[in-house]
């Protein structure tokens, strides 16, 4: 089965900055536009991040102007760079196309924001 493999999660405190990557075979990044999603314990998934195949990025409103997100088509890896990470940034975090395939989902990275 094909899946997408997410790297990069943590424990940082608030303020704090990660990087996460997400890389899969070249038929699943090249020529796709990619999703970063995420999903606390309890709440559903919601998606943070669309990046296009240009590398044009849109934001969810909870997490704009503090995530940047880009692409490596060469390495079939797209990347999310986390900013003044808050409490309720913590999250699993996967990727996967946008719109996403079921049967893409990774394990994901696990990312938690704590004092």
């Known amino acids: 089965q094909v899946q997408f493999v997410e790297s990069g999660g943590g424990l940082v405190q608030p303020g704090g900055s990660l990087t996460l990557s997400c890389t899969a075979p070249?038929?699943?990044?090249?020529?796709?536009?990619m999703g970063w999603y995420r999903q606390a314990p309890g709440r559903s998934r919601e998606t943070i991040a669309y990046?296009?195949?240009?590398?044009?990025?849109n934001f969810a409103d909870s997490v704009k102007d503090r995530f940047t997100a880009s692409r490596d088509n060469a390495k079939n890896t797209v990347y999310l760079q986390m900013n003044s990470l808050k409490l309720e940034d913590t999250a699993m975090y996967y990727c996967?196309?946008?719109?996403?395939?079921?049967?893409?989902w990774g394990q994901g990275t696990q990312v938690t924001v704590s004092s």
């Open positions: 996967n196309q946008a719109p996403y395939r079921e049967d893409y």
């Open positions: 070249a038929s699943l990044v090249s020529g796709n536009v």
């Open positions: 990046i296009y195949i240009s590398g044009h990025t």
